[in-house]
């Protein structure tokens, strides 16, 4: 795994992409919803646009608003990482 998806909010974030396209906007606020607390924007950006720098994310512009999706490589760390985690806890 590499130092990109180390942090848990990054790893979050793989995850909610694991289901479909989303704004960064939109997961944000599932993120808050999750931890209950205010994320702020510097710190959410930063992580996403860490995903993106490494290749884990794509981002494309549809309309006024940049839509994030995970690459094929993003992926497969997550799922990788979803595998370890069951091994963990069976």
Do not use: C, N
């Not at 607390?37 to 993106?52: M, N, Q, R, S």
């Not at 309309?63 to 690459?71: R, S």
């Amino acid at each position: 795994m590499t130092k990109y998806v180390q942090s848990g909010m990054r790893r979050d974030v793989l995850a909610l992409l694991a289901a479909e396209p989303r704004r960064g906007q939109q997961l944000k606020t599932s993120l808050e919803t999750h931890y209950d607390e205010h994320i702020e924007p510097k710190t959410f950006y930063g992580a996403l646009d860490a995903l993106v720098d490494a290749g884990h994310v794509q981002v494309e512009t549809e309309g006024v608003h940049d839509v994030y999706d995970l690459t094929p490589g993003g992926r497969s760390m997550l799922e990788t990482h979803v595998d370890w985690l069951v091994e963990q806890v069976q």
